[in-house]
């Protein structure tokens, strides 16, 4: 799936894809941290290996750190797959369908979506309330446990923004099926798909022709 985007004539989708370019920012600060959080567990886990069965002096508190770190990359990453279409779903039937309803049946299942996020953002937001109540840490090096309880409320709130983006969106679409798609991700084909990769492969290939051409010509 891609992300729609574009260029819009009236004040109503011109704001509407201002706000998704603005948001769609904070959602990469947000999948950039998540994969910086992954990356430094990489050396720790390393570090812990090579303490452990090298020189005998393993990372004090590994487990409490990895479980402190796991929200993080679990969990806010989430608004930014929802934003392109990372995440899997079954798309057999719904391809199908064009026009008015497959956009109706895009907003439906996004509401369902926006009532299960919601319901998580509570129940969320309460663990993180207890846990801050009776500050609660973890048991071997005693990390307190809320910052990451806090994180997964935080990271489930930008999930419901973007979906409340693509609500508006789909329904948008559902108004005016010939519109330019805004805010919303869009189903591709397996071709499209490829002719994606191909393209991202040629441009990243471009890219260090450039850089190694840039080497030769200070050398």
Request: hydrophobic share 55%; with cysteine.
């Amino acid at each position: 799936m891609s992300h729609g985007n574009g260029e819009y004539g009236n004040s109503e989708t011109g704001l509407l894809a201002a706000i998704d370019r603005a948001y769609f920012k904070l959602e990469k600060v947000f999948n950039y941290a998540s994969g910086l959080v992954i990356f430094f567990l990489m050396f720790l886990a390393v570090f812990q290996v090579i303490g452990r069965k090298v020189i005998n002096l393993p990372v004090r508190g590994y487990v409490d750190w990895v479980e402190f770190a796991m929200p993080l990359f679990a969990f806010m990453g989430i608004a930014y797959c929802q934003a392109v279409g990372g995440h899997v779903r079954m798309e057999f039937i719904i391809s199908r369908f064009k026009g008015r309803l497959l956009w109706f049946l895009e907003l439906i299942g996004t509401l369902i979506a926006l009532l299960i996020a919601s319901l998580l953002l509570f129940y969320g937001y309460e663990h993180f309330l207890r846990a801050w109540n009776i500050g609660d840490s973890s048991i071997d090096i005693e990390l307190p446990i809320w910052p990451g309880k806090l994180l997964v409320a935080i990271a489930f709130g930008s999930l419901i923004v973007r979906l409340l983006l693509q609500a508006f969106g789909f329904f948008r679409l559902f108004l005016y099926p010939d519109a330019v798609p805004i805010a919303v991700p869009l189903i591709e084909t397996v071709d499209e798909q490829a002719q994606h990769e191909i393209d991202a492969g040629l441009a990243g290939e471009e890219e260090k022709v450039v850089i190694v051409d840039r080497k030769a010509e200070a050398d």
